[in-house]
């Protein structure tokens, strides 16, 4: 398997939500490692994959939020490295500011060079703090938003859909319009993280062709979403091809990791991956194993594959590291 990209992330910056859908799990804990030391260990680690491996893309990113007196210096390191989190910024789980401080913030940000912030709504007003776990989130949301687009910040809002919010989605929509967003994302909740508590909220077909237009509209064209039962009678499992290693940072794997050369430790992901791969039964067999012919409920056919992938590694009890577990390293294959 060809690799096309390496990154690093560091889960170090706590986060003032807590999301009942949290790619993450987070759960009040960072589990990342020093600001400062995970900013050492990548600066090196890519100087020397420069060397080792120029032709392969680098990425890095700090979690669980941008809730940091760093950012300033995350977002320059960023750019110094070509990350596109120097331009990019997700802003979930910021602490609370009014509008004064949202544009002070946001000021700032356009002035050190982000393009493009995003945040994801859940739902209306109500609706969504319960979600986030905290009053107020929905409203500082929307100041973030005013605040962005007066700096001339592009807007991206994400909308993930689910049964419990499907009905909320038209009239949140309308609310977000007033503050004219210029890009949304809609999407089906994939299986992460805690996204594996939502699987019964996964909308099924009929519900999601019961979608309003302006609803639909915002699902993009490029990701296809399908009933298991429709990917089933469909039957094509492309192979992946290539994948993005990530590498996740914690105070267990910090210092072994700063003994290493660099190629080593891209070999390290890799013989994870490997393993992984390895371990787990292709597409054809994970179906004929967990496939429900007449399900209904709608996929991405990544995310149907996850599902199988998991509840595979739960089952056979092998010792293999769940390498689309996003709170450690982790893998994504194409
Ligand atoms: S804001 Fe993001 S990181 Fe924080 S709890 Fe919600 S989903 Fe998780």
């Known amino acids: 398997m060809r690799t096309v990209a390496i990154g690093v992330e560091n889960l170090c910056v ?3 939500c807590r999301c009942r859908y949290c790619l993450l799990s987070y759960d009040g804990r960072p589990v990342g490692v020093d600001y400062e030391r995970g900013k050492q260990f990548t600066e090196h680690f890519f100087g020397e994959l420069e060397r080792t491996r120029p032709e392969l893309p680098r990425f890095y990113y700090i979690g669980y939020c941008m809730e940091t007196p760093m950012l300033t210096d995350y977002i320059r390191f960023c750019q110094s490295i070509g990350s596109p989190s120097g331009e990019f910024l997700q802003l979930n789980g910021l602490a ?3 509008e004064e401080a949202a544009d002070r913030l946001m000021e700032r940000l356009a002035a050190v060079g982000i393009k493009t912030i995003d945040t994801t709504f859940y739902g209306q007003r109500e609706y969504h703090d319960r979600f986030a776990g905290r009053q107020g989130d929905f409203d500082l949301l929307l100041r973030l938003l005013g605040s962005a687009g007066r700096a001339g910040i592009r807007r991206r809002v994400s909308l993930p859909i689910i049964r419990e919010n499907m009905a909320q989605a038209q009239a949140l929509l309308e609310t977000l319009d007033g503050y004219s967003v210029e890009e949304y994302f809609a999407f089906l909740p994939h299986c992460k993280g ?4 939502l699987n019964s909220q996964r909308l099924t077909r009929p519900e999601f062709d019961a979608l309003p237009a302006p609803v639909r509209a915002r699902f993009s064209p490029q990701v296809a979403y399908r009933s298991e039962e429709e990917w089933l ?3 094509e499992w492309p192979r992946p091809e290539s994948r993005t290693l990530t590498l996740s ?3 267990e794997n910090i210092g072994r990791l700063e003994q290493m050369p660099a190629e080593q430790i891209a070999a390290m992901l890799e013989d994870l991956d490997d393993r992984y791969s390895a371990a787990v039964p292709p597409p054809s067999e994970l179906a004929a194993r967990y496939e429900d012919p007449a399900g ?5 056919q990544r995310d149907l594959l996850l599902e199988w ?4 590694l739960l089952d056979s009890g092998d010792d293999v590291p769940d390498l689309d577990d996003e709170r450690g390293s982790f893998s994504v294959r194409n």
């Open 14 to 16: 706590p986060c003032g």
């Open 96 to 98: 609370m500011r009014e």
């Open 194 to 197: 805690r996204g594996w508590a």
């Open 233 to 235: 009678r469909l039957g």
């Open 249 to 251: 940072l914690t105070p």
């Open 296 to 300: 209904q409920r709608m996929y991405r």
């Open 309 to 312: 992938r998991r509840r595979y």
